[in-house]
């Protein structure tokens, strides 16, 4: 249960309700109470005039209407109230679960880029949504039917003893019997549902990653496989399905054997106890086994209810394994830090710790605001690295990067990432409309604004010629658009932000010569006032920079302008030439 006691927080935000819903649980059972007690008055009625101590039929007519009308009452009443008890703690129940969803949402969301190196996709939306589903089970249901069993067992076992307390201890006896067995059943159910949820769960990563990368699967002809792979998880998840279905097949036998079990006893001890003058009315016995009757479903639920919060108990703890991971990023400074674009690396080092490779070795260099830098390297050699480190999605192993003289952890992680337009090297792109994904650089743009960003990228005229234009909405990560185009969408979505650091990473890498020339002219007028990092494989994308660094294996082998690194010996000049006599041929 400890995992459990991170959802009071939420009990106590519903406090309100859930006291209203104990209150009308509570007056649901007592009316439907009532009901057992009046159809054993009618019959007391009946036998009385089979006895002769009443001899009006007039009188016994009137006495069993006025029964029927009250038992119609009660029947009535007790069942508005049982319908507000489910719209109260079922609707508690979905606030709660929303609640939970939120927090978990929100908390995935800070979290480090290594966390989702570490978890897949498919068990991140398991546990928002089949965990979740499971504690909701506990926060309605299970606590609903405690409620309801608690006080249906003390109105009606009260009741019970003050009538009859011999064939009260005979007729309850068999109940815990069928609370231990449901509970025992409940539990087998548990681990055998434990193993489908593990099934279902490589299921959907299955699915998710298959239809994630069904160009992959097509271009491979590999259907007939994937299919065939999914076919193999399915059956061992039907399998296991079925080993389940077997075991909840025998739950409500159960029930019904035990029930029949109890109705024996009472129409055995009953009868038994009507003969030798213990009981003095017919009507007791058949109140006793409605009463029964009654009892049976709170009893079995006790069994059910436990199960249910084992299941809970479970899943929270796969909740809280997540909720507990502390961002490694986190806003440690609560002001504004207006960030101008000045920034120098000092020797800085950096290690992926999942694959413990050395990313950076001791990078030293500086960038003023309005300066461009482009970073050139093989691949591998680090640079993409150094774009995440000025966004922070990393911190520096050792080192010191400083925007505006300030160490990078001393500033505003909020403001940092504002001031931040960032086109990574495989653009992705929302299932949304092209107006809405470049959009999402500046939510409260406007028309023209995205006009003049597409513009700045090159890619307007390509958009005004889908029959939608900018209302075209991009499948899955945007496969309606070529290549370039989906770098250029995404580069007029860093653009529109009008931020103070620009970071290209590779992004020009599937557009033409003549179009990247174009839109290097354009961002040279965009960026007079802002520090610009481009990354690329291509001189031709960085030689206008006002600086560019050579990477090799984390290091930074060269440095200088397009002039002068073409007139030393090295990697730049040989890249120059070779790319020179390509684009001769
Ligand atoms: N997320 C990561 N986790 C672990 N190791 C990584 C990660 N990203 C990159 N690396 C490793 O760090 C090194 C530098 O990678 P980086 O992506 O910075 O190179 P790059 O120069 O941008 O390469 P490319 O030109 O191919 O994009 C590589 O050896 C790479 O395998």
Sequence with gaps: MRALRHLNKYFLKYKYRLLIGIAITIIARIFATLVPTLVGDSVDVVEQYINKDITDLSEVKNGLIINILLILGAVLISAFFTFLMRQTFIVVSRFIEFDLKNEVFQHYEKLSLNFYKKNRTGDLMNRISEDVSKVRMYVGPAIMYSVNTI?????????????????????????????????????????????????????????????????????????????????????TSKDKNLDLAKVQALFFPLMVLLIGFSNILVIYIGGKQFLDGTIKDLGVIVEFIIFVNMLTWPVATVGWVSSIVQQAEASQVRINEFLSQEPEITNTISQDTPIKGNISFDNVSFIYDDTNITALKKVSFEVNTGETIGILGKTGSGKSTILDLI???????????????????????????????????????????????????????????????????????????????????????????????????????????????????????????????????????????????????????????????????????QQGTHNQLINTEGYYKELYLKQLSEKEI
């Design 151 to 235: 006080t249906l067992f003390v109105v009606v076992i009260g009741y019970m003893i003050s009538i009859a307390p011999e064939l009260t201890l005979y007729t309850v006896t068999p109940l815990p019997i069928l609370s231990i067995s449901i509970y025992k059943l409940s539990v087998a159910i548990h681990k055998r549902s434990t193993v489908v949820q593990e099934f279902l769960s490589k299921l959907t990563t299955f699915t998710q990653e298959s239809f994630s990368g069904i160009t992959v699967i097509k271009a491979y002809g590999i259907e007939t496989q994937t299919h065939q792979n999914f076919t193999d998880l399915s059956n």
């Design 391 to 557: 966004g922070r999605l990393y911190d520096a192993s050792s080192g010191e990067i400083r925007i505006d003289g300030t160490p990078i952890r001393n500033l505003n992680l909020t403001n940092l990432r504002e001031s931040i337009g960032y086109v990574p090297q495989d653009a992705f792109l929302f299932s949304d409309s092209i107006k809405n994904n470049i959009k999402f650089g500046k939510e409260k743009a406007t028309d023209d604004e995205v006009y003049k960003a597409s513009k700045n990228a090159v890619v307007h005229d390509n958009i005004v010629g889908f029959s939608k234009g900018y209302d075209t909405v991009l499948g899955e990560r945007g496969i309606t658009l070529s290549g370039g185009q989906k770098q250029r969408v995404s580069i007029a979505r860093a653009i529109i932000k009008e931020p103070s650091i620009l970071l290209f990473d590779d992004c020009l890498s599937a557009v033409d010569t003549e179009t990247e020339e174009e839109i290097l002219q354009n961002l040279n007028n965009i960026s007079k006032d802002k520090t610009t990092f481009i990354v690329s494989h291509r001189v031709s994308t960085a030689k206008n920079a006002d600086k560019i660094i050579v990477l090799e294996d984390g290091q930074i082998i």
